[in-house]
């Protein structure tokens, strides 16, 4: 899209006007329709995966009473949840620009995230509750059996396998809510060594243990909700996305520009949208300046394949600089 009371091709002297450039990035795998089809594949591995830990666990909880083991399967039912909930967010995250969504719908991932982190911080919170009304009454814990053990065992092995696959997932494919789904999953490991260690206690006698047990496995819990909630929240108040010292140094290093301001970025981690202003000698004709800023645009999208849209406005060298 270009703006400018000036015309094409017109001569010199004649760019009296801003310029304004902008184009979206061309079809690039982080943006495509494969992208998007391997994040759900990655959520629809581990809410299989997650099913099976959950049912396990509250099985096996529900037949004991243990407060602990039940907490722990309440906390992967949430991740099972949260798989079934991503999936369709992702979906509607992957829609195409429209004439309300201008600049695509990558944020609803971001708010799909969000999301996630207070459904994790109301399990965490709940399970506090239970926790402290447990230890007040002075509830007494289920005997340890071999089967119990068996069964945390195992099922941290898999969360284990799941945390490591998403987080190496999430880093590849640059998602932010496989990034807050691998965060969730990984709590679920020390979670569950939290079990593990509050059952020991319960069989050599420390009552109380089952309780307390629980109660730290909700401060993990609520840690883990917290950091989700506010590393997405960053995104969606619109913290910048973009190295602005670097971005400087590339237009700068664009044949014809003699400066640039205003620099500013916004967006998603893998989708960020930049728009700059660049200084370019008045006497250019409109074409000329046009075609700087398409090189700019160039050298952007060449540096970093995160880059998604790039809108460059061109001014003639002694404007005054807006610094808005």
């Known amino acids: 899209m270009i703006e400018s009371k000036g015309q094409e091709g017109a001569g010199p002297g004649e760019l009296g006007q801003t310029l304004a450039v902008t184009a979206p990035r061309p079809h690039s795998v982080l943006g495509s329709p494969e992208r998007d089809a391997a994040v759900r594949r990655v959520l629809i591995i581990e809410f299989l995966l997650n099913v099976l830990v959950a049912t396990a666990k509250a099985v096996y909880g529900l037949m004991t009473g243990s407060l602990t083991i039940t907490a722990d399967a309440m906390h992967s039912g949430v991740d099972a949840g949260a798989n079934i909930v991503g999936i369709f967010v992702l979906k509607q995250?992957?829609?195409?620009?429209?004439?309300?969504?201008?600049?695509?719908?990558?944020?609803?991932?971001?708010?799909?995230?969000?999301?996630?982190?207070?459904?994790?911080?109301?399990?965490?919170?709940?399970?506090?509750?239970?926790?402290?009304?447990?230890?007040?009454?002075?509830?007494?814990?289920p005997e340890p059996e071999l089967l119990g053990v068996v069964v945390i065992v195992g099922t941290l092995v898999v969360n284990l396998f799941v945390a490591t696959y998403e987080a190496r997932k999430a880093k590849e494919l640059e998602s932010k809510y496989l990034a807050a789904d691998a965060a969730h999953t990984a709590s679920d490991v020390l979670v569950t060594l939290g079990v593990l260690v509050s059952y020991g206690a319960s069989y050599i006698g420390i009552t109380w243990a089952d309780g307390v047990g629980a109660l730290l496995v909700s401060v993990v819990i609520l840690k883990v909700a917290w950091d989700?909630?506010?590393?997405?929240?960053?995104?969606?108040?619109?913290?910048a996305q973009g190295d602005v010292a670097r971005i400087e140094a590339i237009v700068l290093a664009v044949e014809?520009?003699?400066?640039?301001?205003?620099?500013?970025?916004?967006?998603?981690?893998?989708?960020?949208?930049?728009?700059?202003?660049?200084?370019?000698?008045?006497?250019?004709?409109?074409?000329?300046?046009?075609?700087?800023?398409?090189?700019?645009?160039?050298?952007?999208?060449?540096?970093?394949?995160?880059?998604?849209?790039?809108?460059?406005?061109?001014?003639?060298?002694?404007?005054?600089?807006?610094?808005?």
Not at 228 to 239: G, K, R, T
Request: proline share 5%; net charge negative; hydrophobic share 40%.
């Open 93 to 141: 995250s992957a829609e195409s620009p429209d004439s309300k969504h201008p600049y695509g719908h990558r944020k609803f991932e971001v708010l799909g995230s969000v999301a996630l982190g207070l459904a994790i911080g109301t399990v965490g919170v709940n399970l506090a509750i239970h926790a402290v009304r447990s230890l007040i009454a002075g509830t007494q814990p």
């Open 228 to 239: 989700v909630i506010s590393e997405n929240l960053s995104v969606l108040v619109d913290v």
């Open 256 to 324: 014809g520009v003699e400066d640039c301001h205003r620099i500013r970025s916004h967006g998603t981690p893998d989708a960020i949208i930049i728009d700059l202003h660049a200084h370019a000698n008045g006497d250019l004709s409109l074409r000329a300046s046009h075609e700087i800023a398409h090189k700019i645009e160039e050298a952007l999208y060449r540096d970093d394949p995160r880059i998604a849209d790039v809108t460059v406005h061109m001014e003639p060298v002694g404007d005054p600089v807006d610094h808005l």
